[in-house]
């Protein structure tokens, strides 16, 4: 492989923590993590910091809180990095076209759904509620949209009868890992070329609610299993 691309990673809960131990385990350079600033968890409401950042913090890599990834401090700092690329693990918000054009390679997302299928924040539960057999990953390069960009590469993954959104998540995690490290492989030698996403077969996969969870108990014996196991 050609030399490592210096990298900047994004994200903030468990499930981007395999992602960032892949690429700091890669050929590739970690210069910093950007995560979302600390946030009031449990009853005390103390503020707890993301296991991105933890994970980080174990690392000893340099941490980025933002509150908003346009920041001035921000994008100063990331201009400074430099960064070939930043790959994202559901870092928690919307980037600016501009910020989007610090790194050369642009800000790669890992996303768990087989894209344009459940583009939004929930993608996982809201495939086990829907009923789908089968799921995956994606990586693609983020635009201006909502998980809208050109897809780098894919993996699929069966949903089991039996799998709840924490199972199934998991499990993502650790493939979608490998994937993105590839795609990042794949980017540094220069062998991969975004390819459009397709018209059809967009879903959208919006953050879920209270209500959304709420149990319809006249409901289909079916129904009733895949939102319980979605919420899960």
């Known amino acids: 492989m050609s030399a490592g691309l210096r990298l900047v990673f994004a994200g903030t809960p468990a499930a981007a923590v395999p992602s960032l131990r892949a690429l700091v385990d890669s050929p590739h350079e970690v210069l910093a993590v950007v995560t979302r ?16 950042g933890l994970a980080a913090d174990e690392l000893g890599l340099p941490v980025l809180t933002p509150a908003h990834p346009r920041d001035d ?22 980037v600016p076209p501009p910020v989007l054009g610090i790194p050369r390679l642009g800000w790669v997302n890992l996303h768990f759904s087989l894209l344009p299928a459940w583009r939004g924040a929930a993608p996982v539960q809201r495939a086990i509620i829907a009923g789908d057999e089968l799921t995956g990953a994606t990586t693609f390069v983020l635009d201006q949209g909502m998980d809208t960009g050109p897809v ?30 590839a795609t990042m492989d794949g980017l540094a030698m220069g062998r991969l070329t975004p390819v459009a996403q397709m018209a059809d077969g967009v879903s959208l996969a919006p953050k879920l609610t209270v209500a959304d969870a709420r149990v319809d108990w006249h409901a289909p014996a079916m129904h009733i299993d895949r939102l319980i196991r979605g919420c899960t």
């Not at 946030?39 to 409401?45: D, F, I, N, S």
């Not at 401090?73 to 919307?94: H, K, N, Q």
């Open 37 to 52: 600033p600390d946030a009031p968890k449990g009853r005390g409401r103390g503020l707890v910091r993301s296991a991105v």
């Open 73 to 94: 401090d921000f994008v100063a700092a990331l201009s400074e990095l430099a960064p070939d690329c930043v790959p994202v693990v559901a870092y928690g918000a919307l």
């Open 152 to 181: 780098l590469g894919t993996l699929t993954e069966a949903i089991a009868p039996r799998d709840t959104a924490g199972d199934l998540l998991e499990r993502l995690a650790v493939a979608g890992a490998e994937l993105l490290r």
